[in-house]
């Protein structure tokens, strides 16, 4: 599917916003926390998109944003990034382990590292930082200290 | 009788690097694994996002040991596209040259690892000697062996030196000689084929879905490579088609991923060949390169294990906001209880040498 | 003189006891209201028992110098052709390297030069080297083993097989012992190894040792009836389990003018043999027990020190002794023109031997069902077929 028209099928659903293309084969859309859970089922179920590459956290000091990549296994290489915004105080969304199953370690490295919490998530526990680590060390208000407890 | 878990790790020869895999067996079979992570965890993302952008290609070279070329190039080709640089055309020939040599070595120090995870410690040697050939052509231009600092934002450090395509073509030509005889000595061995025929098995349909990219997910039969189907630097002008490899249909077990390998390696000298043939002349590097950027942008590259994906972001200074790594071994080995499941013990190191673990990458 | 046991026998009757006795003798009196044991000593070693175990004493030593002589003979062939099969040179360290070693550990480098500090040599010193690093380690019981079972395990194992040397002739002037049961016996000490491995598996408190052990045992047990059917066919020709006569009916049996050694007749019988004993000595491609790259050092995980070194050394002495019982049985033990038997025996062993160490350093591991499966569906039918042929051939000729 050309990207224009992906990017204009995909704005017609709930709770999504600035959909552009960022290159010929990369499309960019915004959604709400809200109505992410039903716009990821229609875009593995109508858009086929059967491989999440990446899932980033970032930090806006105001909240933060999750972006998705997504794309499409095949010759055109069709990717989708989808930003998601969170506020800060309650960070969470809900999981997408279920439609992808790649995306498990993704969503245990942004609770890990930023905190960010997936309801629905079956084992949701540090992945590359040892159990018991206080804070999540990329957000940017982290203070480093040095711990005493041996890791 | 009675289930037992067993470490292997942190300190396993299975391990190449430094994880842990916990496995519960029953007998000799495997009913439950758990891969752990973090004990190489350095924390790249957050050191990056102190540094300067160009300071950051010493981290992204350290990222993988084996295959630090090509986790530099996705680096400055993701700066590249926040700061909308353009690479002269060049250089862009010498990267693609440079990325597949390194996905060459990358792919012999698989093959050297993976014969003592199956009894034949020979095999180490042999894929040593090998890749020691690969890195004498990469120091050629570098100056480095394991760590290069090459390729850089705008371009790479410095030209081929004049005589670098014979050099290149008389290593090339050992290389194939050197695989006809591995074809016979390890193909042809039933011994090696009994350790690896149906061992380790996924569908297709399975590896997408946990996210399995790269030579692992060739093996089971898709055509998918990032250097065709999201084409970077001079792969758009070079002619070819990804190879596959499957044991049948659609099903990837460890031979077919050694098979899948091999087949690359030839590839990547067809590849090395046509760009060396094709290269134009002129400038290696870009006139000006900006120092600050903002915005957001992401590239993914063919890394020599599967899809790198990195994503920056920029807040108008000259360091990332934030910047985030997509290693393709933190997924595949996130699969990897369901590909052990069922095997026995003797198979853990030949799964998860078939695989292909790089635990720099995938720890960070 | 028909073999070692009698002449050190003679030899402890006419020069030692004779030597040794006036020495204790003289002590029994010396102090007139105490008894001193030395004179009941004297006179028990003047008895038959007595003879006897002085006899085996010597015989014990000589066996293990000739299996520790060869045992370094075979690990420094092991690592040349090793060596040589990865396209490297192996061990270099040799006596002209000591002078440049003394040198350097003096902390009296000159200046460094690549042409001339070689350390250059055919690499002998090497197992020297080895020796010592043995020698020197700690002996390190960990916290949790069972102590009694961790320390008998790896005696077992060595001691038994230190007395397979003392089993198998070298040739008829050089030979330990004649059992009538000859190599019947040395398969029964073969068999005892695995509840040496078993119980250090066990004991050591480590689950890597404990599946080592258990693989061995599962192997072993695997390995034994194949093994010893293929040899029930030679001893059905033979007519007798003795190595002198197996071997005397080898020469006897020619065909025009040609010894029929038992490898033309029983060709399958030979390669069941030595597929059986690759495993019976745990080999790559069947060394499961102490397979590296998943369980580590196998049952041997825990042990370290001179335990280890013996038991390598052990390792080795089977393998030797398994070349050993295939020569007699199938190759036509020391029979050969022109050379002493001594000669034709080692050479046809050595033969053996390098044919283990290129197979260990050319072929990958095989893992545990598989082992079993070839064990018992495809070697136990071809051993029966093996001697079902043994038994026409004996029936027809």
């Given amino acids: 599917m050309e990207t224009g028209k992906l990017i204009q099928q995909l704005g017609k659903h709930k709770g999504t916003s600035n959909s552009s293309a960022l290159r010929s084969n990369v499309g960019c859309i915004s959604v709400t926390p809200e109505a992410s859970s039903a716009f990821f089922t229609a875009l593995k179920e109508d858009f086929a998109f059967d491989h999440c590459s990446l899932i980033s956290a970032v930090d806006n000091q105001s909240g933060f944003e999750l972006v998705y990549h997504f794309s499409i296994v095949g010759e055109s290489g069709q990717m989708l990034e989808v930003h998601v915004d969170l506020p800060r105080d309650t960070p969470t969304i809900d999981s997408i382990t279920h439609l992808w199953g790649g995306a498990d370690w993704h969503e245990r490295e942004a609770y890990d590292l930023m905190g960010i919490y997936f309801i629905g998530h079956p084992d949701l526990k540090r992945v590359l930082l040892p159990d018991g680590f206080a804070g999540h060390p990329l957000r940017k208000d982290y203070v480093y200290e040095i711990h005493e407890e041996e890791w | 009788m009675a289930e037992m878990w067993i470490h292997m790790g942190p300190q396993h020869p299975m391990t190449h690097g430094l994880w842990n895999l916990r496995i519960k067996v029953d007998g000799e079979t495997i009913t439950d694994a758990v891969p752990e992570l973090g004990y190489l965890h350095r924390s790249v993302e957050k050191i990056g996002e102190r540094r300067k952008y160009f300071m950051n290609t010493t981290l992204t070279d350290r990222l993988c040991y084996a295959s630090a070329m090509t986790w530099t190039h996705c680096y400055c080709l993701t700066v590249e596209e926040l700061m909308g640089v353009e690479t002269p055309q060049r250089a862009k020939y010498i990267r693609t040259i440079v990325l597949e040599l390194q996905r060459i070595a990358s792919h012999l120090m698989w093959l050297g690892a993976y014969l003592p995870d199956l009894g034949l410690i020979t095999g180490f040697l042999y894929g040593m000697r090998d890749r020691e050939m690969f890195l004498n052509l990469l120091e050629i231009p570098s100056g480095g062996r394991l760590l290069y600092n090459y390729v850089r934002i705008g371009g790479v450090k410095r030209d081929l030196p004049p005589g670098f395509a014979a050099k290149a073509e008389r290593v090339m030509q050992t290389l194939e000689q050197r695989l006809k005889e591995y074809e016979d000595l390890y193909d042809n061995s039933k011994i090696f084929r009994m350790r690896t025929d149906d061992v380790g098995c996924y569908s297709a349909s399975d590896a997408i879905n946990w996210g399995i990219t790269g030579p692992n997910l060739r093996s089971a039969g898709v055509a998918f490579d990032l250097r065709q189907a999201d084409s970077y630097d001079a792969y758009p002008e070079l002619d070819f088609t990804p190879v596959t490899t499957s044991a049948s249909d659609g099903i990837s077990d460890c031979f077919s991923r050694y098979r899948q390998r091999i087949d690359e390696m030839y590839q990547s000298m067809d590849l090395i060949r046509q760009a060396l043939a094709k290269m134009p002349e002129g400038e290696v590097m870009a006139d000006s390169v900006p120092v600050r950027a903002s915005g957001e942008a992401f590239r993914r590259t063919e890394d020599s294990r599967g899809e790198a994906l990195m994503y920056l972001v920029g807040d108008g200074t000259d360091r990332p906001y934030r910047w985030k790594i997509r290693s393709p071994m933190f997924t595949t080995v996130s699969a990897s209880p369901h590909f052990l499941k069922g095997y026995k013990v003797a198979d853990v190191p030949a799964i998860m040498g078939s695989i292909d673990m790089c635990i720099g990458e995938t720890d960070k | ?397």
Avoid at chain 3, 146 to 172: A, E, K, M, N
Avoid at chain 3, 233 to 258: C, E, R, T
Avoid at chain 3, 374 to 395: C, D, H
Wanted: glycine share 8%; charged share 15%; with cysteine.
């Fill in chain 3, 1 to 397: 003189m028909t073999s070692l046991y009698e002449w050190s026998y003679w030899f402890c009757e006419a020069w030692l006891v004779p030597l040794l006795t006036p020495l204790l003798y003289f002590q029994e009196h010396i102090m007139p209201p105490f008894s001193n044991p030395a004179g009941d000593l004297a006179r028990w070693m003047e008895s038959d028992p007595g003879l006897n175990v002085l006899a085996w004493s010597i015989v014990v030593n000589v066996a293990l110098m000739i299996g520790f002589t060869n045992v370094i003979i075979v690990v420094y062939l092991e690592r040349k052709i090793a060596g040589r099969i990865m396209d490297r040179r192996g061990p270099m360290l040799s006596f002209n390297s000591l002078k440049e070693i003394a040198s350097d550990l003096a902390g009296s480098v000159p200046e460094y030069n690549w042409k001339t500090t070689t350390y250059a040599g055919i690499g002998i010193l090497q197992n020297v080297a080895d020796g010592i690093k043995f020698f020197c380690k700690e002996m390190i019981v960990p916290a949790k083993a069972d102590r009694l079972l961790y320390t008998i395990g790896p005696v077992i194992f060595i001691s038994s097989s230190i007395l397979l040397l003392i089993l198998v002739p070298f040739s008829p002037r050089i030979a330990a012992s004649s059992a009538p049961l000859g190599l019947l016996v040395v398969m029964a000490a073969f068999s005892i190894a695995p509840i040496g491995v078993l119980t250090t598996g066990w004991a050591c408190n480590n689950k890597y040792t404990l599946i080592g052990g258990m693989r061995s045992a599962a192997q072993l047990m695997a390995y034994e009836i194949p093994l010893l059917l293929s040899m029930a066919g030679v001893f059905l020709v033979a007519g007798s389990f003795s190595p002198m006569d197996i071997v005397a009916q080898q020469q006897d049996a020619s065909q025009f003018g040609i010894p029929m050694w038992n490898v033309i007749p029983q060709f399958i019988g030979f390669i069941v043999f030595m597929v059986c004993i690759l495993a019976e000595v745990e080999r790559i491609p069947f060394d499961l027990p102490e397979a590296e790259a998943e369980l580590v050092e196998g049952w041997t995980t825990e042990i370290g020190g001179l335990r280890l070194g013996l038991t390598f050394a052990a390792e080795y002495i089977r393998g030797f002794v398994g070349a050993m019982i295939a020569t007699v049985l199938f190759l036509g033990g020391w029979a050969g023109p022109f050379l002493p038997g001594e000669i034709w025996f080692l050479i046809k062993v050595y033969g053996i031997l390098i044919f283990f160490i290129i197979l260990r350093w050319s072929v990958p591991r095989i893992r545990t069902d598989q082992i079993l499966l070839l064990g018992w569906k495809r070697l136990l039918p071809l051993s029966l077929l093996n001697l079902a042929i043994a038994i026409l051939f004996v029936e027809v000729f």
